[in-house]
């Protein structure tokens, strides 16, 4: 790990996991697959709001 990097709670780089996103675009994807894709990002943003909304926290509009 290099100074000042990013790290997650078990100490992965976050570089490391957003090789993710490299492997899986969202918006460069065919259209059938890019729809369900931006359907799953869209629940995704509405599960993580709805927890910090639980914990008390706003969630940002735009990250």
Do not use: Q, W
């Amino acid at each position: 790990m290099e100074s000042g990097e990013v790290t997650g709670p078990d100490g992965t780089p976050f570089k490391t996991r957003t090789g993710f996103y490299d492997a899986c675009p969202v918006l460069a994807a065919p259209d059938a697959i890019r729809e369900n894709r931006i359907a799953l990002c869209s629940l995704a943003v509405r599960t993580l709001a709805h927890g910090l909304g639980l914990l008390g926290i706003a969630a940002p509009e735009r990250l």
